[in-house]
């Protein structure tokens, strides 16, 4: 199942508190204070993996707490420091105060950490009370209590081209002939209710990360249909590929269509490089609808058929030469 949105609920460790001790040593007639510091509480860290895909691969667990500091020894010693936790996220996480909306950290790349809360100090044991003027002190301090935050994950999907259209463009299609990704595909709106990444190889060792994002439909982003819950991947895409059905009823207002909801977006989507796939060439004479579009449109169009492979080659290119 493919999440894009969690929430969880982390608490740094307590600190340790200092004690009271004084030296009991044969020979020693003044041994004086010998109270040990509290070890820190442990910290709670986020990092990405690469081999998480989205928040389903995390662990099915809400809250997290790290280890509090033991409280400190005799004979000066300081307790052990809790042990510290870190959470791994997929790449592509935005992180959140839940409650204020504050942005914590955008983890964007693979190994990206980021320190969220903060174990608390150790207490100070009797001895670093420890004055001219007072040799025995006979006090110590507590450990700082652990913080605790609410988080709320988002993800933005890493790819370097976007397949975008409205429903039954033929962008699954065009994404499982151009990679080896398998999204569903069938003949009726919303087929695909969660985006699909492929590889897409080119020659020379060549390669690009290819996102299939579910289709759009006109007031996406105000929220309409499927496509506005997945608007946000878009941003993160190099380059826009928009699928367009040449035997559609309408295809340059199709594509005018999501122009438009691109642009109410915003987030610079209309300033993206992009590239008009013209698709189903190999349904009959496309010759005119091609001209049509061409005159209306001021984008390179590269014609294609997702079913047969017409043009794919092509296409590649015209993505590659914009990622370049």
């Known amino acids: 199942m493919f999440k894009d949105e969690h929430v969880i609920c982390v608490r740094s460790g307590k600190g340790g508190d200092g004690i009271v001790a004084f030296r009991r040593e044969k020979y ?38 790290a280890e509090n500091g033991s409280p400190g020894g005799s004979a000066n010693k300081t307790g052990a420091q809790g042990d510290d936790i870190v959470i791994e996220v997929p790449v592509g996480t935005i992180v959140r105060l839940r409650e204020a909306g504050t942005l914590v950290r955008d983890l964007a790349n693979d190994g990206d950490q980021v320190l969220v809360v903060r174990g608390g100090a150790g207490g100070k044991g009797n001895n670093h009370f420890k004055t ?39 962008k699954s299609t065009l994404l499982s002939r151009l990679s080896k990704a398998r999204p569903k595909i069938a003949d009726y709106p919303f087929t695909t209710l969660a985006p699909f990444l492929g590889i897409v190889a080119g020659s020379g060792y060549r390669s690009f990360v290819l996102a299939d994002l579910p289709g759009l439909i006109e007031g996406a982003s105000e929220g309409h249909g499927l496509g506005h819950q997945f608007l946000r991947h878009v941003e993160r895409t190099r380059v826009l590929v928009h699928v367009v059905d040449l035997f559609a009823e309408d295809p340059v207002g199709d594509y005018l269509r999501i122009r438009a909801e691109l642009e109410a977006y915003g987030a610079g989507l209309k300033d993206r490089p992009e590239v008009i ?29 997702g079913v047969s492979g017409q043009g794919l080659p092509r296409l590649v290119e015209a993505i590659f030469s914009r990622l370049s």
């Open 132 to 170: 001219s003027t007072n040799q025995a002190p006979r006090k110590a301090s507590k450990g700082e209590d652990g913080i605790e935050i609410w988080l709320s994950f988002e993800l933005k999907l890493l790819a370097d081209a976007g397949l975008v259209g409205l429903p039954n463009a033929g």
């Open 28 to 65: 020693v007639p003044r041994g004086g204070p010998s109270g040990g510091n509290g070890g820190s509480g442990g910290s709670v860290y986020l990092r990405t993996s690469n081999q998480l895909t989205t928040f389903s691969d995390m662990p099915d667990q809400v809250h997290f707490r």
């Open 277 to 305: 796939a013209a698709n189903k060439t190999d349904l009959g004479d496309a010759d005119e609808r091609l001209k049509d579009l061409a005159a209306k449109v001021d984008t390179e169009i590269v014609p294609i058929s």
